[in-house]
């Protein structure tokens, strides 16, 4: 089994910054992927930022020059660090990641994880 327990949301006034983190326990062999994706209510998720284990990157248009990802591969924890905030950031933010993890007989798979979300609001 494997687990993502996110942590950093809250309320925040609108230009003010937050930092989300996510850490991943449970049977890992390797992390490949980590992201963000966020939900407003009555819209669909969306991506907001990846970062691939080489530390390659990539961010929604609407997050570009103010959300950065990062990750520590030893603590198996991704980050998003978020500034500027707009109200439109407003959503549930959910943490994602592909796991390569062991089989209980021999071998491997890779899981595709999600954390419960954690929720973002934006005053402005």
């Known amino acids: 089994q494997v687990q993502l327990v996110e942590s950093g949301g809250g309320l925040v006034q609108a230009e003010g910054s937050l930092r989300l983190s996510c850490a991943a326990s449970?049977?890992?062999?390797?992390?490949?992927?980590m992201g963000w994706f966020r939900q407003a209510p009555g819209k669909e998720r969306e991506l907001v930022a990846r970062?691939?284990?080489?530390?390659?990157?990539n961010y929604a248009d609407s997050v570009k020059g103010r959300f950065t990802i990062s990750r520590d591969n030893a603590k198996n924890t991704v980050y998003l660090q978020m500034d500027s905030l707009k109200p439109e950031d407003t959503a549930v933010y959910y943490c994602n990641a592909n796991v390569k993890t062991p089989r209980t007989s021999y071998g491997y798979r890779y899981l595709e994880v999600w954390g419960q979300g954690t929720l973002v609001t934006v005053s402005s």
């Open positions: 449970g049977s890992i062999l390797s992390i490949n992927n």
């Open positions: 970062i691939m284990s080489g530390g390659n990157t």
